[in-house]
């Protein structure tokens, strides 16, 4: 069968590095997009597979990219739990202040949903504590949230004391007054 676009991010999401270096290879754009607006990029952040998500940054796909959803490469990374390859975008010129849609940014993401690590690395790459999303939520309401559901509370003070030591605003005041 002919090559479609498709097939690079098809693969990447298999984790399959052979196979998408050799598509590459073979002349499919690097920022090739699926049905869904996803690069390989993307579906390998979500897949949480660090090795190839290594080979596609290093050989020069756009870690910028959002897929029809809004999705970006660093929201896959931290709804999937991959701290490491959140890190890895980030060293790569992921932005930790790429906005989805109703302003809702990394930083937000990782608190709600109680992402430790990748909101240390996120903080340590410059993103804005206080950023509010479009209901004037910040990080810190998101993790408050995140502690009510999840009732684990060494995982929520780590949360609060890095959102605090980075200038979080504990008395802000989201668009509902809470």
């Known amino acids: 069968r002919a090559l479609r676009e498709s097939d690079l991010p098809a693969a990447a999401q298999a984790g ?3 196979a998408v270096a050799r598509l590459v290879d073979l002349g499919l754009p690097l920022n090739a997009t699926d049905a869904q607006g996803c ?15 290594d080979q596609l940054l290093a ?12 999705a970006t490469c660093l929201s896959a990374a931290l709804s999937a739990r991959q701290d490491a390859v959140v ?11 790429q906005a989805l849609p109703g302003g809702i940014t990394p930083l937000i993401i990782a608190a709600a949903l109680g992402q430790v690590g990748g909101l240390v690395a996120l903080l340590e790459q410059g993103a804005d504590v206080r950023h509010c999303d479009e ?4 990080a ?7 502690g009510f559901a999840a009732r684990e509370k060494a995982r929520v003070l780590a949360l609060w004391d890095a959102l605090l030591a980075a ?5 802000a005041r989201n668009s509902a007054g809470q």
């Open 59 to 70: 050989r020069g796909a756009d870690p910028e990219l959002v897929a029809r959803s809004g």
């Open 135 to 138: 209901e004037d939520g910040t």
């Open 16 to 18: 399959d590095a052979t």
């Open 87 to 97: 890190r890895a975008l980030l060293a790569h010129g992921a932005r930790p202040e």
């Open 167 to 171: 200038g979080g605003e504990p008395d």
């Open 140 to 146: 810190l309401h998101a993790a408050a949230q995140f």
């Open 39 to 53: 690069t390989a990029l993307l579906r390998a952040c979500g897949g949480g597979h660090l090795g190839l998500v």
